[in-house]
């Protein structure tokens, strides 16, 4: 048997009820460091809950979360965020009226436990520029160094997000969708990007975008009524008959129908 501090995540029979209602039942997941996992299933199926669960945004009803072996479930999305787990809009809520360099060294400070309103001393902090300045250039910003954040475009908008996620150094990064409204060739390059700013992390990702779970995913967990009915490289997903039956079948048909 592997042991659990060899996985970087895992889900043990999680279960989150709301009122009578079970929802997730009896989820189990397990995520080797590095793995970058797409989250797929249809609507409804509890992927949003999943997140929140592993989050901290709801504790589970029972069941286990265990982060590089640790339990966490139960605990405040802060907690969690310290011990190394950052999801996209725990921390987002990009600030309009801030520049690209001064959101990215407010998503470095509320890593180490600041708040924003010390905004005012940062300029004398060389380790919080530096860093902010590294994630600026990791994301493609650099040139937009003094533009508000309000002033981005929508893909540059969410690359700051996502450079927010990652501030804190945390090594394992949930994203909720994070092509959702791009243009073709901006989720093109924003796979890209999201490849090489995760590079030795952990990536969980909800994607509805079939290109996108493929793109980028080296697995995928396909959640169907609050349950992971399969976890596996893309190729094996597509030929499980189990999951055809439940859900990705008619997805692939329309993705073929598409290319013909
Ligand atoms: N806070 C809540 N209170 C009550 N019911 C909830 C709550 N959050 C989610 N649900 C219910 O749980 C079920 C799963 O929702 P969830 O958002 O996790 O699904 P999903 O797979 O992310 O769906 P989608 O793909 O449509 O975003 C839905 O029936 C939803 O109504």
Not at 13 to 21: A, C, E, P
Not at 41 to 66: D, Q, Y
Not at 140 to 160: F, I, P, S, W
Request: charge should be neutral; charged fraction near 25%.
């Amino acid at each position: 048997m592997t042991h659990t501090s060899t996985y970087a995540l895992e889900l043990r029979d999680l279960r989150k009820s709301f009122g009578k209602t079970e929802i997730i039942r009896g989820a189990d997941l397990a995520v080797q460091a590095g793995e970058r996992v797409a989250i797929i299933g249809p609507n409804g199926a509890g992927k949003s809950t999943l997140f929140n669960l592993i989050s901290g945004r709801f504790a589970p009803t029972s069941g286990e979360v265990l982060l590089h072996g640790q339990r966490i479930d139960g605990r405040q999305p802060y907690e969690i965020n310290r011990l190394g787990l950052s999801r996209s809009f725990q921390i987002t809520n990009i600030f309009p009226k801030l520049s690209v360099f001064e959101n990215l060294r407010c998503g470095v400070l509320w890593s180490m436990g600041y708040r924003y309103t010390f905004l005012r001393f940062l300029s004398r902090m060389d380790a919080v520029n530096e860093r902010a300045k590294q994630l600026m250039e990791q994301i493609g910003l650099h040139k937009k160094r003094d533009e508000l954040a309000v002033n981005l475009t929508y893909a540059e908008q969410r690359a700051l997000e996502i450079g927010i996620t990652i501030a804190g150094g945390a090594d394992v990064i949930l994203l909720d969708e994070p092509t959702a409204g791009m243009s073709n060739s901006e989720t093109a390059r924003f796979i890209n990007l999201i490849r090489e700013v995760t590079v030795g992390k952990t990536l969980l990702t909800v994607e509805h975008d079939m290109g996108v779970v493929f793109g980028l995913a080296d697995k995928i967990a396909v959640v169907v009524y609050g349950e992971v009915i399969a976890f596996d490289t893309p190729d094996a997903v597509r030929a499980n008959p189990r999951v055809q039956e439940a859900y990705l079948g008619s997805v692939i048909a329309e993705e073929q129908a598409a290319l013909h």
